[in-house]
């Protein structure tokens, strides 16, 4: 298990990515699994980035965690900012026409799509968001 914390703004989403990849690589996690979890990875992060502090700037931690027979992958996603749940908003309806849809709930729908398991706390004034993947 490693970690990164990063200041959470945008300019350091490669360095995010960066991270988790060469976790994910030096594993032997396949390419498809690692396009998935890389996506899923990139739209929580930006949404730390873009509400968790707003408008100021705090950190987010990063924990990534890959073993196991089959393959687990195990990322946690850690800020102090505002409380804030993403399984609690309600999922976008795809089956409206693109005008007719409210604006946001793409992301964490495709985040739900591509990952097993998604969990959310909140803990000693910490969000708290695991994604899970196995291989």
Same mark, same amino acid.
């Given at each position: 298990?490693?970690?990164i914390?990063v200041?959470a *703004?945008l300019? +350091?989403?490669?360095?995010?990515q960066?991270f988790?990849?060469?976790e994910l690589?030096?594993?032997g ?6 396009m998935q979890?890389?996506?899923? /990875?990139?739209? =929580?992060?930006?949404? =730390? /980035? ?6 100021g700037i705090?950190? /987010? ?12 992958? =195990?990322?946690? %996603?850690?800020? +102090?900012?505002?409380? %804030? ?9 795809? *089956? ?6 409210k604006i ?13 398991? =998604?969990s ?7 969000n ?6 196995t291989?």
């Open positions: 298990m490693k970690s914390t200041d *703004t300019e +350091n989403l490669e360095k995010v960066s988790i990849e060469q690589e030096a594993s996690c396949p390419v498809k699994a690692m979890i890389s996506m899923a /990875a990139e739209e =929580i992060y930006v949404n =730390i /980035a873009h509400y968790a502090y707003k408008p705090g950190k /987010a931690t990063i924990i990534c965690s890959v073993e196991g027979n089959p393959l687990q992958v =195990i990322l946690e %996603f850690l800020d +102090n900012g505002r409380p %804030f749940d993403p399984l609690a908003v309600s999922e976008a309806d795809t *089956t409206l026409p693109a005008g007719e849809r946001g709930g793409l992301g964490i729908l495709l985040v739900k799509k591509s990952m097993d398991q =998604i959310y706390a909140y803990k000693g004034g910490q708290i968001l695991t994604l899970k993947k291989i």
